[in-house]
């Protein structure tokens, strides 16, 4: 008996993998987590907002970048960077794939 290779398994193998890598890699950047951290940058906090209207009655000269703190850290790293663009290419292939499937769903039913 001769056993048959499948030739087309390893691609289907490494398309489910790929798909796999992109949702979770699109679930990670959609929790907010990226979001959450550059709104800390700009939020205010109770202490400094307490600060800012006791100014404001004393009549001082009030500058919002006195009551600021920056605190923001970048933990990118080329790793994440990879993984990103990665995603990104993932995402513009299967945008693309799907919209020519569309397409020709279009032409064979118009």
């Given at each position: 008996m001769?056993?048959?290779k499948n030739?087309?398994?390893w691609i289907l193998k490494l398309l489910g993998i790929l798909f796999?890598?992109?949702l979770s890699l699109t679930i990670?950047?959609?929790t907010g987590y990226y979001e959450a951290k550059l709104s800390e940058k700009t939020t205010i906090t109770n202490e400094a907002i307490e600060q800012f209207e006791e100014d404001v009655r004393n009549g001082k000269n009030v500058d919002i970048n006195d009551y600021l703190t920056d605190t923001y850290q970048d933990y990118?790293?080329?790793t994440t960077k990879a993984g990103y663009a990665f995603s990104s290419a993932v995402e513009d292939f299967m945008s693309k794939?799907?919209?020519d499937i569309v397409n020709i769903f279009k032409m064979l039913f118009t």
């Amino acid at each position: 008996m001769e056993k048959k290779k499948n030739k087309g398994s390893w691609i289907l193998k490494l398309l489910g993998i790929l798909f796999i890598l992109y949702l979770s890699l699109t679930i990670a950047i959609s929790t907010g987590y990226y979001e959450a951290k550059l709104s800390e940058k700009t939020t205010i906090t109770n202490e400094a907002i307490e600060q800012f209207e006791e100014d404001v009655r004393n009549g001082k000269n009030v500058d919002i970048n006195d009551y600021l703190t920056d605190t923001y850290q970048d933990y990118s790293n080329s790793t994440t960077k990879a993984g990103y663009a990665f995603s990104s290419a993932v995402e513009d292939f299967m945008s693309k794939g799907i919209n020519d499937i569309v397409n020709i769903f279009k032409m064979l039913f118009t």
